[in-house]
């Protein structure tokens, strides 16, 4: 069993599995219900002067039958009673001393925050979060967002919590930014103590056709929200990436926040260098109990892989994380289609044809009828094999059966450029494989050719090439 | 201009059929998206080549699934005008969904009926007028017959803008469709609301209680040379004859009673009402005999299907057989009914029945199965007549009108023919399919084609 606890900019918690600042941590019974079923910590939803909610307030967007792909949402801090939260904070901390409660912050002038990181450690908080995120409602008052766009006032608020606060001070980082860096390095300016990002996006759901208002509809208008769930996961992972190898913002903890629904996702996060992951969506449409499998598979996970820590995990992914100007130009997979797993639905056949680079071929074809289906490369080698799919032979019934060979599609090798897509659409796992060849070629990145004299690609501008060659004499 | 379409008389309630419920339920919109949602939308897809009239299957799944059900039901209807009743009575399990790549990947197929019942059932709900028939040819054709293949036959033709008149010998239009679905597939009233709707879809006449005959004798019938000197071309859907009989000894007689006729009645006869019949033997090995005998099972009859050959030489669809042996109807392979036993006043009390061994008799391996009602189930004759009564018009050994397969075309050129008494009896579906072969051709030559 490795060893799950962590410390967070000297926050301590049992395990990484924090909730992000949300409904799910919007009162204390649901903070400990969620504490009893494992959640290492809490950070609880953003403290400030009670606000007044609209109704509705939440928007989903689903893909096929698959529910909340993404979440957004038009609601602000919490519309409790300061009073009330800080008391129920307080019993949370009696009862759940070794867990983690991070109190989320936004107010508006230097007083304020001072009143409210006071009152907040009074209560007993771990920890604050400055939500300088939130991308509805709050920004258009000069707090939330509005402030991670802005590093100048970003660097200023941080500072007076930093000067204010006795505990650790985390800044919550908006993505709704052009370079996610400019507010990271505000954060490291202002003396602040860990980061955690992302917030949520600024988005529009979808439209109601029918009454033609924006969604989710409060009354007859919408209005922007903030953007969440699995759909995120990538600008997340992409922004941590961003600030993980920034060499002097990376010595800053990092809560990872986006889109993560499980014990991988939460890997992902560390491995890219966070060390602590938030969750709300997923929490949202499935409950604290997820929390289960997420220590399960993260305890089993870092014991295949050797490793005792959250720490030996930690930032692992990190360094590969490189510019394309330095990836390996001589690197070469081509794609392998597995004739027993495939079921024939040919989607991988489509998909390179119309979106790729028309290397997947269908059998028995004669050339011609190749060349008139848009290939304009006919493989020299054909496998010589029985290729009926598995699903492609009417074996149920009186379906009329396929000819041989007529239903597993095969790849061009030596078109095929290794664009995965053919993969990425095969609905059947570990049916298309990526497998390396060599490509014949040096290892050598576009900046080693830049370096050498050799960024020059035939066939381009001749505005370009005369340039070209007045600088080399 | 939209003619009205022909009156298409009601079916009085009080019948059996409507104490089944139906076994495939119509979908609701959730259950639908979430099943087209299913869909992988293949590519050149399995289901398509295994569809007799190659219903774009996979492009009208993914309409239901984006909610453009109109278009899904374009997509369907195009292909197969009767999509709606096909999506209830097609044995989709040896079909298209038999076909579907998910079988072998250990998943429930594709429910492609289910969801063509939906989409064309929705679409026509909220718009009757999907398609709009071309303007008039003044060309006018003949149709002998009701069922699906005329019925899908006319409508296609009427699109084109050509004058269609149904002559059908029944009180009720849609043949098999109406009359011999089980009723736990579909209903009398469901099969002539799609009838209604494929007939207003142009200028369609339907003249019910006609016969066409060689040589006229009465007003209610109408001779085949009249039909071929009033109309531009004639087209037979003549279906099948009456049930095929056993000829053993006893069959003459009450309780003996052909599977077909009995089907129809149990759908349309108010009048029918099993009483004192316990015990049913059904003989024969093929849909038709499953068909009934799985329907009187589920009135809570004791019914027995008697085949002379093994289990697997049934003709039977195995999904069918499985189906109504979990509701109770029990299956006797390897058994020739040899004798139908009648007590001292001519009520039948069983079936004298001999093993078998490859559909031969054994001697002396005789049985006596007790039954209140024995139901012949062994095929049914053909129309020979009224085909014969258009000269040039052949029949080939097994009295199947003969015609081009590419063209539908009998040998009379304004004859063609489509449908059961052509291929001898196969699914609606064929019949749509022949249907649509016959019309791409009649309508070249009433255009001054061929």
């Not at chain 1, 720490?311 to 027993?340: F, H, M, T």
């Not at chain 2, 774009?56 to 899904?72: E, H, L, M, S």
């Amino acid at each position: 069993m490795a060893d799950l606890s962590i410390n967070f900019a000297g926050i301590k918690s049992p395990n990484p599995f924090w909730l992000a600042s949300a409904p799910p941590t919007n009162t204390g019974d649901q903070v400990m219900r969620a504490f009893d079923a494992g959640w290492g910590g809490a950070v609880w939803k953003t403290l400030g002067n009670p606000i007044v909610n609209v109704s509705s307030r939440f928007g989903g967007i689903d893909y096929g039958n698959t529910r909340m792909m993404g979440l957004n949402n038009i609601e602000l801090i919490t519309d409790r009673p300061l009073e009330v939260n800080l008391r129920e904070i307080r019993e949370v901390k009696r009862r759940y001393p070794n867990h983690a409660v991070i109190t989320s912050l936004m107010v508006e002038t230097k007083e304020e925050w001072k009143e409210i990181i006071q009152r907040a450690e009074e209560a007993g908080s771990d920890g604050h979060e400055l939500n300088f995120g939130c991308p509805h409602g709050m920004c258009e008052r000069g707090m939330g967002s509005a402030v991670s766009s802005e590093p100048k006032v970003l660097r200023e608020i941080a500072r007076w919590a930093v000067e204010f606060a006795t505990k650790p001070v985390i800044v919550k980082l908006s993505p709704n930014v052009t370079d996610i860096v400019e507010p990271g390095e505000a954060v490291l300016e202002s003396g602040a103590h860990g980061i955690s990002l992302i917030n949520t996006i600024k988005s529009i759901m979808a439209i109601d056709l029918d009454r033609m208002v924006p969604l989710p509809r409060v009354g007859d208008a919408s209005t922007n929200g903030g953007y969440c769930g699995p759909a995120v996961k990538p600008v997340a992972l992409h922004m941590v990436g961003e600030l993980t190898r920034h060499p002097a913002i990376a010595k800053l903890p990092i809560s990872g926040i986006g889109g993560i629904s499980n014990w991988r996702d939460a890997a992902e996060f560390i491995a890219l260098g966070c060390t602590s992951v938030q969750v709300c969506t997923a929490v949202m449409h499935y409950g604290y109990r997820i929390v289960e499998d997420m220590i399960e598979g993260l305890n089993d996970f870092l014991d295949s892989k050797g490793m005792k820590s959250i720490l030996d995990l930690r930032g692992r992914a990190a360094p590969q994380y490189k510019n394309w100007g330095e990836l390996d130009l001589g690197y070469r997979v081509v794609a392998d289609i597995s004739v027993d797993k495939c079921i024939g639905c040919q989607l991988c056949y489509t998909a390179c044809m119309d979106g790729a680079h028309q290397c997947i071929h269908l059998p028995g074809r004669t050339e011609e009828e190749a060349r008139k289906a848009g290939h304009t490369h006919i493989p020299k080698l054909i496998p010589d094999r029985a290729v009926v799919a598995k699903g492609g032979a009417a074996v149920h019934g009186g379906g009329a059966p396929h000819a041989p060979g007529s239903r597993v599609p095969f790849v061009d090798e030596e078109e095929c450029i290794g664009c995965n897509l053919c993969q990425l659409v095969c609905p059947v796992s570990g049916c298309i494989t990526m497998k390396e060849v060599p490509s014949g070629k040096p290892h050598e990145s576009w900046n080693d050719r830049v370096n050498r004299g050799a960024d020059y690609v035939p066939g381009g501008l001749h505005v370009t090439e005369m340039e070209r060659a007045k600088r080399s004499t | 201009m939209k003619h009205n379409s022909p009156h298409i008389p009601d079916v009085e309630g009080d019948r059996l059929e409507v104490l089944y419920e139906d076994k495939k339920p119509p979908y609701d919109d959730a259950e639908a998206i979430a099943e087209a949602n299913r869909c992988l939308y293949c590519v050149d897809a399995p289901c398509i080549k295994a569809c007799p009239t190659a219903i774009d299957i996979p492009t009208f799944i993914r309409k239901i699934g984006t909610g453009n059900v109109k278009g899904a039901a374009r997509t369907i209807l195009t292909q197969n005008l009767l999509g709606k009743s096909c999506g209830q009575v097609c044995p989709v399990e040896v079909l298209c969904a038999g076909a579907c790549v998910y079988n072998d990947w250990s998943r429930d197929p594709i429910k492609i009926g289910r969801l063509q019942r939906y989409a064309v059932e929705k679409a026509i709900a909220e718009d009757p007028q999907l398609f709009a028939p071309k303007p008039s040819t003044g060309k006018r054709i003949a149709l002998v017959g009701a069922g699906p293949a005329s019925i899908a036959a006319a409508g296609w033709l009427a699109l084109e803008g050509h004058a269609a008149a149904i002559y059908e010998k029944k009180f009720l239009p849609g043949g098999l469709n109406t009359l011999g679905i089980a009723p736990y597939k579909m209903k009398v009233e469901e099969a002539l609301q799609e009838v209604t709707w494929v007939l207003s879809l142009g200028n369609v006449e339907l003249y019910e209680g006609v016969e066409i005959v060689a040589v006229s004798g009465s007003p209610d019938e109408v001779s085949a040379s009249a039909l071929l000197d009033q109309y531009d071309a004639v087209f037979l859907g003549l279906g099948l004859g009456p049930d095929s009989r056993l000829k053993i000894p006893g069959e003459d007689g009450g309780g003996v009673v052909g599977a077909t006729h009995l089907i129809e009645r149990l759908k349309a006869d108010p009048t029918l009402r099993f009483k004192g019949v316990d015990r049913v033997v059904v003989v024969g090995g093929g849909n038709t005999a499953v068909d009934i005998a799985h329907e009187l099972a589920l009135l809570g009859i004791d019914t027995t299907m008697v085949y002379r050959g093994g289990d697997h030489e049934m003709s039977a669809y195995e999904h069918e057989l499985a189906s109504g042996k979990v509701d109770g109807m029990k299956v006797l392979c390897e058994r020739q009914p040899v004798a139908v036993l009648r007590d001292n006043v001519g009520k039948v009390i069983g079936v004298r029945v001999v093993r078998t061994e490859d559909k031969k008799p054994v001697p002396g391996a005789e049985e006596d199965l007790k039954a209140d009602m024995v139901v012949v189930a062994v095929g049914q004759s053909r129309m020979t007549e009224v085909a014969r009564s258009f000269p040039g018009v052949e029949l080939d050994m097994r009295g199947r009108v003969i015609v081009d397969p590419k063209t539908g075309r009998t040998g009379n050129p304004k004859v063609w023919s489509a449908g059961d008494c052509v291929n001898g009896g196969k699914e609606v579906v064929n019949a749509v399919a022949e249907a649509k072969i016959a019309v791409t051709s009649m309508h070249a030559f009433l255009t001054g084609g061929a």
